[in-house]
């Protein structure tokens, strides 16, 4: 069955700091993937899709990126870290009528 | 879209009671809708979805109706137990030119009164 990863689930980092999320899915091939961010008490904004190794497409202008080294791996990054960059990520996959979603990685920048 | 940056609603029901929660979506050509709910810290879980060729569907205390004509999808929950209690979405499955895409409604949240 077809499973998704998502670590660290909860992270605090300073101001300026580097920052990497890891999203990883496993039972299935070339599988659409996505990064969400949502902030408290509201709704999931798409950051990213990909579908597939080195595309990606960024539905917003931020302060993040977003790569996909291989298949079945998202990865979330930002090379200095802002306040405004605290949330609840969410890396998710589409099957075929649904998305899956990983349990999520609540960042808080300080 | 902007709706993101909003506080979500919220439907207060009296446990034992029936919860609608309603969406609007905007895609005429999305193959599928799909409700997710999402506890407290955790990413959304899928409840129940509907073909686009469909207007109702039943799944287990959950019923979720499509009219195509308004573009509005709700979720009927019969008997609202506390464990209801959740923020819900709607989701449709559009086709865009990268491929298959996920447009997530703005949420709402279900608090369910004792």
């Known amino acids: 069955s077809q499973t998704i990863h998502q670590w660290p689930a909860t992270l605090v980092q300073p101001v300026g700091s580097p920052l990497s999320l890891e999203c990883t899915v496993e039972g299935t091939s070339n599988p659409n993937l996505y990064w969400y961010r949502q902030a408290a008490g509201r709704g999931l904004q798409l950051l990213f899709y990909?579908?597939?190794?080195?595309?990606i497409s960024s539905e917003v202008p931020q302060n993040l990126s977003a790569s996909r080294p291989q298949d079945r791996q998202f990865i979330l990054s930002s090379k200095k870290l802002l306040l405004s960059d605290s949330g609840f990520y969410l890396c998710?996959?589409?099957?075929?009528?649904?998305?899956?979603f990983g349990q999520g990685t609540r960042l808080t920048v300080v | 879209g902007e709706s993101v940056g909003l506080h979500l609603p919220t439907l207060s029901v009296q446990e034992g009671d029936n919860s609608i929660i309603n969406c609007a979506y905007s895609?005429?050509?999305?193959?599928?809708f799909i409700w997710y709910k999402q506890e407290s810290g955790k990413g959304p879980q899928f409840i129940i979805d509907i073909r686009s060729n469909m207007d109702k569907r039943q799944g287990q205390r959950v019923t979720v109706l499509l009219n195509k004509t308004v573009k509005h999808l709700s979720l009927q929950i019969a008997a609202t137990q506390p464990g209801d209690s959740a923020v819900y979405f709607c989701?449709?499955?559009?086709?865009?030119?990268?491929?298959?895409?996920?447009?997530f409604g703005p949420g709402t949240r279900l608090s369910v009164l004792p």
């Open positions: 895609n005429s050509a999305s193959d599928y």
């Open positions: 990909s579908v597939g190794i080195g595309q």
């Open positions: 989701a449709e499955k559009a086709r865009d030119n990268y491929g298959q895409n996920f447009v």
């Open positions: 998710a996959w589409a099957g075929v009528v649904e998305a899956f």
